[in-house]
């Protein structure tokens, strides 16, 4: 999408188009996966192969009659919700023609999102989890193929039927999956199964929970419609950018945590859930901490050589690296809502999550309203980074509550983890300006002084860690001793 299209207003109106059909449902998408996964680990010791069966076959008809539903009302009313989310595009005929063609495209994307998500929620319950890795994978490969391919033959409006053909794609590799595992999917018009109930109980709040991100992205998105050419897409980018590490890492590791949580929690063995809890705590912290500060002390190079090619010029890389500095401040806050919020739903709590999650939203519209007239796009990034560190504390401070073993173990991973990551962080700084790698031009160049300069900062991040015996890194090291100790 850099290369192609940059930050002009095409990108603006493609970023605009997408938030119904991406940004909104895929977070359904994401509530449906996860809510099952609690649902279905605890319902298999209780009711028979024949009821679950049922149970899947009644949501499975839900999910297709409020996802045709959608679809029909977003279809007919795709220009009141151009409308809504892009007031500013009033002004811009242009950019609200591309917006209103490229919506109605991606529409029929909501029934493509709720079948994925209840086919992964599935399939995760059974600790199947390469289906669902696999995913995003075969979205992305059909993706930029058809960003290049249907980009180049119909413009910016080619992207969004790539998108809609991308989406649809995911449910060839999900559905065989899903068939493998015993469920099989058609229509069944009596919706009394008990579970059917718990489920709506429980991916209401959840839906809440998960969408504080979207909500902000969406305020953002709306507020953005009346700033400069260039800033709706800058704020893209640098989101998409500080994504990367939760969407890799985190994701990969609060998955299978999670459904571990939930069996635990359903067998009430309170104290493996305990240290399995804060395990991924204490790995969440370790990895996000040097990722926020190699993105926000190196975010110009970073820039550089991801993006900086094709449409993408100088004065995109400057508009971006601004607005990637402050959602850079606000990725720990990112990270450790996403793992918290699990943790609690593992637990099948959902009061406290969606409680704190309207908090945060109406934190998050504040802040927008009250900074992006003095900080435009940034203050934008700066209101969202600040309000996931408003949720990620309440979220951790209910967790811990008055357990006071726990907490005592919550400040020690503070503490060893906030010297080695100010070390990093010196180190990281000292090699930018020694190696001037915000003046390298040579993307060859730069990748490798990149790469040192991660390499070297994050072995001295991991050597403070195992000099002050952080667990993880103790039992690697450990782990390490014992594979070469035969050798």
Do not use: C
């Not at 897409?233 to 990367?244: D, E, G, P, T, W």
């Amino acid at each position: 999408m850099a290369v192609m299209f940059g930050t002009t207003f095409y990108t603006d109106a493609w970023l605009i188009a997408s938030v119904v059909p991406n940004l909104l449902f895929s977070t359904i998408n994401g509530a449906i996966a996860t809510t099952i996964v609690p649902v279905l680990t605890e319902a298999e010791h209780h009711y028979s192969r024949r009821s679950m069966n049922h149970f899947i076959q009644e949501l499975f008809t839900v999910i297709i009659l409020l996802s045709l539903s959608l679809v029909a009302l977003g279809e007919g009313f795709s220009p009141f919700l151009i409308h809504a989310i892009a007031p500013g595009f009033s002004h811009t005929p242009t950019e609200y023609h591309y917006a209103l063609v490229m919506t109605r495209w991606m529409i029929p994307t909501i029934l493509f999102w709720g079948l994925a998500g209840l086919a992964i929620g599935i399939l995760q319950s059974r600790e199947d989890y390469m289906p669902a890795a696999l995913s995003p994978v075969v979205i992305n490969i059909v993706r930029i193929t058809t960003i290049f391919v249907l980009g180049s033959l119909f413009g910016i409006v080619g992207v969004s039927i790539g998108f809609s053909a991308a989406v649809l794609s995911q449910l060839v590799l999900l559905l065989p999956a899903l068939n493998r595992t015993g469920y099989h999917l058609k229509f069944r018009w009596h919706f009394g199964h008990p579970l059917l109930r718990r489920i709506g109980r429980i991916a209401a709040p959840f839906f809440l929970s998960s969408s504080v991100g979207t909500v902000g992205q969406i305020v953002d998105r709306i507020l953005a419609s009346f700033l400069v050419v260039g800033s709706l897409a800058a704020l893209n980018y640098s989101f998409v950018l500080v994504q990367v590490p939760i969407s890799l890492l985190i994701s990969s590791l609060a998955t299978p945590i999670y459904t571990r949580l939930a069996q635990h929690h359903s067998q009430h063995d309170d104290d493996t859930f305990t240290a399995l809890a804060m395990r991924g705590f204490r790995l969440v912290l370790l990895i996000i901490v040097p990722m926020t500060a190699w993105f926000l002390l190196l975010r110009i190079p970073i820039l550089r050589l991801i993006y900086q090619h094709g449409a993408f010029s100088g004065r995109s890389t400057t508009l971006t690296q601004r607005t990637l500095a402050y959602f850079a401040i606000g990725l720990p806050g990112f990270a450790l809502s996403y793992y918290m919020q699990r943790l609690f739903f593992a637990a099948q709590d959902t009061r406290h999550p969606a409680r704190f999650s309207i908090i945060t939203i109406l934190i998050n519209i504040a802040g927008d309203l009250i900074l992006v007239h003095p900080m435009q796009a940034e203050g934008l990034a700066l209101a969202t980074g600040g309000a996931q560190w408003v949720n990620a504390f309440l979220l951790t401070r209910q967790a811990l509550g008055p357990k006071q073993r726990e907490a005592v173990h919550f400040r020690k991973t503070l503490i060893q983890i906030g010297l080695a990551g100010l070390v990093l962080g010196v180190i990281t700084l000292s090699l930018r300006e020694g190696l001037h790698l915000d003046q390298w031009s040579n993307d060859i160049a730069l990748f490798f002084g990149l790469a040192l300069t991660v390499i070297i900062s994050g072995l001295a991040y991991t050597v403070i860690l195992g000099a002050a015996r952080f667990p993880e890194i103790d039992q690697l090291r450990r782990r390490f001793q014992r594979l070469v100790s035969p050798l």
